[in-house]
Nanobody, 128 residues
Framework: QVQFVESGGDLVQPGGSLRLSCAAS????????IGWFRQVPGKEREGVSC????????VYEDSVKGRFTISRDNAKNTVYLQMNSLKPEDTAVYSC?????????????????????WGQGTQVTVSS
């Protein structure tokens, strides 16, 4: 069975850091571009960051540039999202998924319509 399991979400104060993990099972992660997305109730899912499988390129949503870093460890079948300088507006459920249309995300946006095999997500709450 193909699935992602996200972990690492927590309650953190503004300015704090978290590292999210996205572990894949049932398939080899290294073939796919992987994206991190977030969603709050009543709003559309938003692409946060994506990473290619083929050329290592990455894409970041404007509000997280310079604060978040996406990386992958294909040997561990896992993708990470390091989140620094967290803000209250980063509060959301964070999920990961695989891109079924392309292996490189260079020059694209993290459009959730291109992604599938969604995990259950992990809650990130930034509050004092």
């Amino acid at each position: 069975q193909v699935q992602f399991v996200e972990s690492g979400g927590d309650l953190v104060q503004p300015g704090g850091s978290l590292r999210l993990s996205c572990a894949a099972s049932g398939f080899n992660l290294d073939y796919y571009a992987i994206g991190w997305f977030r969603q709050v109730p009543g709003k559309e899912r938003e692409g946060v960051s994506c990473i290619s499988s083929s050329d290592g390129s990455t894409v970041y949503e404007d509000s997280v540039k310079g604060r978040f870093t996406i990386s992958r460890d294909n040997a561990k079948n896992t993708v990470y999202l390091q989140m620094n300088s967290l803000k209250p507006e980063d509060t959301a459920v964070y999920s990961c998924a695989a891109n079924l249309l392309r292996r490189s995300v260079a020059g694209t946006k993290c459009d959730h319509y291109e992604y599938d095999y969604w995990g259950q997500g992990t809650q990130v709450t930034v509050s004092s």
